[in-house]
């Protein structure tokens, strides 16, 4: 039971977690072409529009993460237009570095307005639900995953429902042949940003529901996010959800003692399982497990 | 006087940080101005060689028993050699991707590395950092001591800056500039393409390991929050670009001109009301990155753009006489 407790659960929290951001990244990725190095800031900025909704409205963070999303959007439509944008007919790399920058930036803006300190939404200890005596979950990890299954449920309509949603997929699929196909590059970039924010914002705020709220806590994640992103394929929206799941499994599970009564990889090393899976996916299989672009 | 003798302890120790950056800069210039490599793990060859530099020097102290009190020169020379082997391993692997992927690769080797100083405190000696790192000349007086330091600086900066003239002068830097704009034609005309940016990229790897060296003799201490990529890798990208990639003055005049507004900055923030200097030094970090965004949109080639060196003249066949 104690696997199931202490290292599933929170295993597929942290891979809700991770598939949210990595969605957003692999969306990006497949529409405009470049990798957004500024991914995990924008995750914590969402994390702390919430906390100032919160304050401000006196709302509950799973009530004030509309309004968090809505904010994180507009932010990454006005990023787009003054710092990748001009860059559109530039080799990729230069929009790359613009958004180191944006990293940057949306980090020490956070920590102008908000501060460098630990905060979190609410305090005080709250006990796990006990189910069947034995297997427990705390209720904001509930929550959690209740919220990422419904997000990613409505992405799932977008995408396969609406003609903007197969717009998106058929850019991200062959840019050359949906422009030919009448289909508008800056709409479908639009609304790109505004599903790739807002879903970084929730994933923001559910880290901060899960642990606290931090200025690195975005910067801290793009690594796992980018090997979610590869390991689904790049590109590939279903792919990475499947594989925030499979690398917050793998983080969460590398601790658990298998053999003896040590964990496998000491926890401080969780990282480093996020990132041996990516380079391990970039030498053999690069394409991902689920056939995405190829980056060599 | 006293104001005078502060201000050149001052321009002392701002040139000789600068200088440093530069060292880092010209490596990472070899890297992406001639090779085209996105590495922004900078701050991870920075603390190898840092950190190398440091354990072989460092005496033994109480509290923390790594420390071989090797010469510097030695502990200078196996940090360049063994960011070189790190620079090598990551190369060997990374370099076949796309600019995204490895510019992903190198950040994760840097956080990664990063992971490792924090926690093998038998090694690193974690948050608390190595001190008593030995510094060349200490036995000099007052402020001989940082000119002396500034001058050995200075002549890593020069011998480092006419190797890499040369370098780029010549064939391999000819193939270098040839296989970043057009990898395909250099690899038609048959050149290794694979193993010359494998050699940029040992080689550039080797000055950051250098001038991590030459940080920590500087300071006599290394800490974790010196490898934080803030201060190393997004500094020194902003001061390449800045100075101008791709061509080596650029690459000394650009980290000199940054970590002066940079300090500068940090003078002027000192004046604020304590409880405006915290804020103000995030803003100094937004100013960086938008400073860079300004760079990047509207002197993309940098303050010193490159110069190719003009190709040697062909022999001029005379119409008349063929």
Known sequence: ?296 | MNALVGYGEYAVSLLTIGGIYAVMALGLNLQWGYGGLFNAGVSGFFAVGAYASAILTAPVTPGHFVGFGLPIIVGIVSAMLLSAVVGWFVGRICLRLQSDYLAMATIGIAEILRLVIDNEIWLTNGSRGIVAIPRPFEDLPGIWRDFAYLGLVAAVVAALYIALELLARSPWGRVMRAIRDNEAAAAAFGKDVASFRLQAFVLGSMAMGLSGALTAHAFKFIGPDATLPLITTFLVWVMLIAGGSANNRGAILGPILIWTLWSATELLTGTLPPEWQIRGSYLRVFLIGLLLQVVLQRFPRGLLPERPPRPPQAERVDAKEG
Request: charged share 10%; aromatic share 12%; proline share 5%.
């Open chain 1, 1 to 296: 039971m104690g696997l199931i407790n202490l290292y599933l659960i929170p295993g597929i929290v942290l891979g809700s977690i991770y598939a949210l951001g990595a969605v957003g990244l692999s969306l990006i990725y497949g529409v405009l072409r470049f990798g957004h190095f500024a991914h995990g800031d924008v995750m914590t900025f969402g994390a702390y529009a919430t906390l100032s909704a919160v304050t401000l409205f006196g709302l509950s963070p799973l009530a004030a993460l509309p309004i968090a999303m809505l904010a994180t959007a507009l932010l990454a439509i006005l990023i787009d237009r003054l710092f990748y944008r001009p860059f559109r007919d530039h080799p990729t790399i230069i929009v790359v570095i613009a958004s180191f920058g944006v990293a940057l930036m949306l980090r020490s803006l956070v920590e102008i307005f908000w501060g460098a300190d630990d905060r979190t939404y609410e305090t005080g200890i709250r006990r796990p639900v006990a189910f069947f005596d034995t297997f427990m979950i705390a209720p904001r990890h509930i929550a959690i995953i209740v919220a990422a299954v419904v997000l990613v449920t409505v992405l799932h309509f977008f995408l396969t429902r609406t003609r903007l949603g197969k717009a998106m997929r058929a850019v991200s699929d062959q840019p050359s042949l949906a422009r030919v196909c009448g289909i508008d590059l800056d709409t479908v970039s639009l609304w790109t940003w505004v599903f790739g924010a807002g879903l970084a914002a929730a994933a923001g705020l559910f880290l901060a529901i899960d642990t606290q709220l931090n200025p690195n806590m975005g910067w801290n994640l793009l690594l796992p996010l980018f090997a979610a992103a590869i390991l689904g394929g790049i590109g590939k929206p279903y792919g990475a959800i499947a594989g925030g799941l499979v690398i917050g499994l793998a983080e969460e599970l590398s601790s658990f003692p298998l053999f003896s009564d040590r964990p496998l990889v000491p926890p401080d090393y969780k990282t480093g399982v996020a990132f041996a899976i990516m380079v391990a996916m970039l030498l053999w299989r690069p394409q991902g497990l689920f056939r995405g672009r190829s980056f060599e």
